[in-house]
């Protein structure tokens, strides 16, 4: 997961929102605050400009508020809404009945002439509380300051319920946006896919080239892949024409050498005749051996397909020519229309080799067996010998093994056909039957 760059993307977008939306919410709570506290400093001028109305000297120049203000939560005790009138000249305090016996002190700095607004202002109870005050000067020459305030708890209240209301909306939209960003992701890792379904065509051998119509940012990607397989061909061709200059190099010596063999059984010489014989059937099934490797170079079989019937009554009508093959029977149980996805000479190396070894144990028959499923084409050789005891089955599958005692073969057989079906990516599996072996290969069909 943590390699995935759809996580990563969508990790790094849910971080983002996660930030973005909680700075918003904090910056939506404080604005939401400071339209509360201006509502209620509007609020609270209309009631100072009511009190300073109905604030006046009287005869015997005593501060009065003549009526009381429509607001009635002035007159309840500790109700949070309070005003005062202070005469400047002799500290004389009218009061809401509100405050009961306490009086709202102001700082020096927040007394003037003009409207004050206070936002932070400690209440008769110590609470943080808001106020307006204004100074007024009379005709007469007399000025009283009048003070209005309101518990700033109010104003908790309200962004406290702003925030509850709030968090629901900003979690749906959370989600929404990350909804959104995976959406957006999706789509925009859309084209990689296509890329990936173009390399595994490329892979298994339905395409050559990466058949994609890529964006703008992952085309050059696409391009230098594309190159990178066109170089790959060229070296593979290149090494296929080396091996088989190599075959045709060792062909004309491999003769003189079969016609030095001839000349010296000739002479009586035999034994020294079939040692030689044998190196040069060593050497010839290594020449073999590479051709066919080279032959099965990734990329150049990809849409090959043979007639399983035709290929495996060629390779029989050869070996029942063979000293060993006069002896046995030969049976094709195979379909005439069954077709491989297998080339025709490659599939001619496998049961020739599978054949071959077979005719070599045999007690008096060799079958060959095919049949096709919806993920493969399954060929069977069988024959009738001892077979393979299970501790060296595994074995001689490798290079040089061999386990007939009589000789006469290099032990590239079984080794050449793995190779051979490795390569078409299928699978060669062998067990012992009752009496006798059976060798059965898998090769996928196309698509």
């Known amino acids: 997961m943590g390699n995935s760059i759809r996580f990563r993307l969508w990790l790094a977008a849910t971080i983002s929102i996660l930030i973005a939306l909680a700075i918003a919410g904090v910056g939506l709570r404080y604005l939401f605050e400071l339209n509360v506290e201006r509502r209620i400093v509007s609020e ?75 936002k932070e202002f400690e209440g008769p109870e110590g609470e943080l509380a808001i106020a307006v005050a204004r100074t007024v000067i009379d005709p007469g020459g007399r000025s009283f300051r009048a003070i209005v305030a309101e518990n700033h708890r109010s104003v908790e209240v309200a962004v406290s319920e702003y925030v509850r209301d709030l968090a629901p909306a900003l979690i749906v939209l959370a989600l929404a946006l990350m909804a959104a960003f995976f959406i957006q992701i999706t789509v925009g890792l859309a084209p990689l896919e296509s890329l990936r379904v173009a390399v595994r065509n490329v892979v298994a051998q339905r395409a050559t080239r990466l058949e994609v119509a890529a964006p703008r940012e992952v085309q050059p990607l696409a391009d230098e892949i594309n190159r990178l397989l066109e170089a790959q061909d060229k070296a593979l061709l290149r090494a296929r024409s080396r091996a088989t200059d190599l075959a ?92 491989a996805p297998i080339d025709e000479g490659d599939l001619s190396e496998i049961l020739g080799n599978l054949v071959e070894n077979a005719t070599r ?3 008096s028959s060799v079958r060959i067996a095919a049949s096709v499923t919806a993920a493969a084409v399954i060929i069977a050789v069988a024959d009738d010998g001892p077979g393979i005891p299970d501790a060296d089955r595994q074995s001689v599958l490798s290079r040089g093994v061999q386990l007939d005692s009589k000789g006469g073969s290099s032990g590239l057989g079984l080794a050449i056909v793995s190779d051979i079906v490795e390569a078409y990516g299928g699978s060669l599996a062998m067990a012992n039957a009752d009496p006798g072996l059976i060798v059965t290969i898998s090769v996928p069909r196309h698509g």
């Open 44 to 118: 609270l001028t209309v009631d100072l400009n009511e009190l300073i109305g109905a604030t006046a000297y009287g005869a015997d120049s005593h501060l009065s508020v003549q009526a009381p203000l429509t607001d009635p939560r002035f007159s309840i005790p500790l109700s949070g809404h309070y005003w005062q009138v202070e005469d400047i000249a002799s500290s004389y305090l009218v009061r809401s009945r509100s405050l009961w016996d306490a009086t709202l002190a102001l700082h020096a700095h927040q007394i003037g002439g003009e409207l004050k607004e206070i």
């Open 248 to 339: 045709h190099g060792l062909k004309t010596p491999l003769q003189v050498l079969s016609a030095d063999i001839r000349a010296l059984r000739k002479k009586g010489e035999t034994e020294l005749a079939d040692d030689i014989e044998r190196s040069a059937s060593a050497i010839r099934r290594h020449v073999e051996r590479e051709l066919a490797r080279a032959r099965l170079a990734p990329g150049i079989f990809g849409k090959a397909t043979c007639r399983v019937f035709e290929t495996a009554a060629g390779v029989v009508g050869v070996v029942k020519r063979t000293p060993g093959g006069k002896r046995l029977s030969f049976e094709i149980d195979v379909a005439d229309d069954l077709v």
């Open 361 to 363: 144990f045999a007690r």
